[in-house]
């Protein structure tokens, strides 16, 4: 996986850099500004470059952006959000270096002089904040942010888009909408998770002299879900596979009236490569599902003790109601000593009684969405949404479990673990934003599960190849796309992985 990093480590790495490396802050600056240059350099031709640059580290990187695309003859003018005497060390070594070259510097004091300028450039560099920043911008600063959004021009954002957090990716008030982001050395939390990558634009990893070695000795503690690593991971198809071989998915959901949810799940399941399904359903009634799909009656939750045997994951809870008999087939489910996914009702199910999961008799996936999830540990979705990582970690350490924390760039936390490092997932977009997704995405973690994988590198390769095959759906179908063209296109998606 990328590694991603929160604003301390980034801060020691820096510093480990500098002292035991001993490449000096002022050489790091210089190759990180360059790098920021050759971003903007690609589009000289839209125009001007405003490079606004605050008083910190961050403007100097604007600064040696500036000098550089002066010196290849761009029309590159700093706007400084601060006096020159403000700037300080390694920042002001580049900022004199600029003026000796003959660059342009303007001291925004009153936005008006320059407010118009900076609008019409064809290019903006926004060099104002970059990790360091911890408040909500205000005043000017937050004036430039707002002009800079309502401008036209092609923004490039200097290591992070100034006014997002670096550990939450949250806006700080007012944040940079940037086409492209240039972040300097590693991947930052903000920038690889919800809502920040949205903000960020294309994101390029500038090599500024940081040893790979530096950042793998470091405890990173999350890191970005690559292609690489799911087609290690993905099942691969056997000259000697049948349907024995290839395991047994039992999905436990679908009262009467809720059936749809429950077969969702099943499909998926079958086209995420399971040998067979089985789907249990409560009550009387009659279960209709796909003709490759087996079905059972679970007339009483002590039923489920029947059907378990030969099974090798359980996908439990679409569609498969709130009442005192659907709590009972969770604890069934939960007690059979199978690998089991949780989702939809089952989450409600154990929400107030996590012992039940952290007692289960075999390992737990448990797959809520941000309401769910803040159901799951007493908050709000905003508050869930605010901080994604801090969310999945509690609800991985609360319950003891492999937590997928759905949503935009969903992340995978086990709990199971003595670390709390956090995968997060870059596929899935827009076409995911319809019902009946989330029942899918707990059949495709059964079925993996099913074929052999750990529950854990199932959740992650099961969110990619999830998300993936929304990302296949939103080219051809985009908003129309519905959970049912999705289970179909889940096959498409792993066969993407084998080759």
């Given at each position: 996986m990328?590694?991603v990093v929160?604003?301390?480590?980034?801060?020691?790495?820096?510093?480990?850099?500098?002292?035991e490396?001993?490449?000096?802050?002022?050489?790091?600056?210089?190759?990180?500004g360059?790098?920021?240059?050759?971003?903007?350099?690609?589009?000289?031709?839209r125009?001007?470059?405003?490079?606004?640059?605050?008083?910190?580290?961050?403007?100097?990187?604007?600064?040696v952006?500036?000098?550089?695309?002066?010196?290849?003859?761009?029309?590159?003018?700093?706007?400084?959000?601060?006096?020159?005497?403000?700037?300080?060390?390694?920042?002001r070594?580049?900022?004199?270096?600029?003026?000796?070259?003959?660059?342009?510097?303007?001291?925004?004091v009153?936005?008006?002089?320059?407010?118009?300028?900076?609008?019409r450039?064809?290019?903006?560099?926004?060099?104002l904040?970059?990790?360091?920043?911890?408040?909500?911008l205000?005043g000017?600063?937050?004036?430039?942010?707002?002009?800079?959004?309502?401008s036209s021009?092609?923004?490039?954002?200097?290591?992070?888009?100034?006014?997002?957090?670096?550990?939450?990716?949250?806006?700080?008030?007012?944040?940079v909408?940037?086409?492209v982001t240039?972040?300097?050395?590693?991947?930052?939390?903000?920038?690889?998770?919800?809502?920040?990558?949205?903000?960020?634009?294309a994101?390029?990893?500038a090599?500024?002299?940081?040893?790979r070695?530096?950042?793998?000795?470091?405890?990173?503690?999350?890191?970005?879900?690559?292609?690489?690593?799911?087609r290690?991971?993905?099942?691969?198809?056997?000259?000697?596979?049948?349907?024995?071989?290839?395991?047994?998915?039992?999905?436990v959901?679908?009262?009467?009236?809720?059936r749809?949810?429950?077969?969702l799940?099943?499909?998926?399941?079958?086209?995420?490569g399971?040998?067979?399904?089985?789907?249990?359903?409560?009550?009387?009634?009659?279960i209709?599902?796909?003709?490759v799909?087996?079905?059972e009656?679970?007339?009483?939750?002590?039923?489920?003790?029947?059907?378990?045997?030969?099974?090798?994951?359980?996908?439990?809870?679409?569609g498969?109601?709130?009442?005192?008999a659907?709590?009972?087939?969770?604890?069934?489910a939960?007690?059979?000593g199978?690998p089991?996914?949780?989702?939809a009702?089952?989450?409600?199910?154990?929400?107030?009684?996590?012992?039940?999961?952290?007692?289960a008799?075999?390992?737990?996936?448990l797959?809520?969405?941000?309401?769910?999830?803040?159901?799951?540990?007493?908050?709000?979705?905003a508050?869930?949404?605010a901080?994604?990582?801090?969310?999945?970690?509690?609800?991985?350490?609360?319950?003891?479990?492999?937590?997928?924390?759905?949503?935009?760039?969903?992340?995978?936390?086990?709990?199971?673990?003595a670390?709390?490092?956090c995968?997060?997932?870059?596929?899935?977009g827009?076409?995911?934003?319809?019902?009946?997704?989330?029942?899918v995405?707990?059949?495709?973690?059964?079925?993996l599960?099913?074929?052999?994988?750990?529950?854990s590198?199932?959740?992650?390769?099961g969110?990619?190849v999830h998300g993936?095959?929304?990302?296949?759906?939103g080219?051809?179908?985009g908003?129309?796309?519905?959970?049912?063209?999705?289970?179909?296109?889940?096959?498409?998606?792993?066969?993407?992985?084998l080759?």
């Open positions: 990328k590694p929160t604003a301390a480590e980034m801060r020691a790495l820096d510093a480990a850099t500098i002292e490396i001993g490449l000096p802050g002022v050489v790091l600056m210089e190759t990180a360059r790098a920021v240059a050759e971003a903007a350099w690609r589009e000289r031709a125009g001007a470059i405003a490079v606004v640059c605050g008083p910190g580290n961050n403007g100097g990187d604007g600064f952006c500036a000098r550089v695309l002066r010196e290849r003859g761009a029309d590159a003018i700093v706007y400084l959000v601060g006096a020159v005497g403000s700037v300080k060390g390694d920042a070594t580049h900022l004199d270096a600029l003026i000796r070259a003959g660059g342009v510097v303007h001291e925004v009153a936005l008006d002089e320059h407010k118009d300028a900076i609008a450039a064809g290019v903006i560099v926004d060099a904040f970059g990790t360091g920043l911890a408040r909500e205000d000017t600063a937050r004036a430039i942010v707002e002009i800079i959004n309502e021009a092609w923004v490039v954002a200097a290591d992070l888009p100034s006014g997002l957090d670096a550990d939450t990716g949250r806006a700080l008030g007012a944040c909408l940037a086409d240039v972040t300097m050395g590693a991947l930052k939390v903000g920038l690889a998770s919800a809502p920040g990558f949205a903000r960020a634009g994101i390029e990893i090599e500024i002299g940081i040893p070695r530096l950042i793998d000795a470091t405890a990173v503690r999350a890191g970005l879900v690559e292609e690489a690593d799911v290690a991971l993905i099942p691969k198809p056997s000259a000697m596979d049948h349907k024995g071989r290839r395991g047994h998915v039992l999905v959901g679908g009262a009467p009236g809720k749809g949810a429950a077969r799940a099943s499909m998926a399941a079958a086209r995420a399971a040998g067979l399904v089985t789907l249990a359903a409560p009550g009387d009634g009659e209709v599902a796909d003709d799909i087996m079905t009656a679970l007339r009483a939750p002590h039923a489920l003790a029947t059907i378990a045997p030969g099974k090798d994951a359980i996908a439990c809870g679409p498969l109601g709130r009442d005192d659907a709590r009972e087939l969770v604890d069934a939960l007690a059979t199978l089991c996914v949780l989702d009702d089952a989450l409600h199910a154990i929400a107030d009684r996590p012992e039940r999961v952290t007692g008799a075999g390992p737990v996936v797959t809520p969405h941000p309401g769910e999830a803040a159901a799951l540990l007493g908050l709000t979705a508050e869930i949404e901080d994604r990582l801090t969310a999945a970690r509690a609800l991985a350490a609360r319950f003891r479990a492999i937590v997928v924390l759905k949503g935009a760039r969903t992340i995978v936390c086990d709990g199971t673990l670390d709390d490092f995968a997060i997932n870059p596929t899935g827009p076409a995911l934003a319809t019902g009946g997704t989330g029942d995405l707990t059949g495709v973690i059964a079925a599960i099913a074929q052999g994988l750990a529950p590198d199932a959740a992650r390769c969110v990619w993936a095959a929304g990302d296949r759906l080219e051809s179908l908003r129309g796309a519905t959970a049912h063209d999705l289970a179909r296109s889940i096959a498409h998606a792993v066969r993407a992985m080759h």
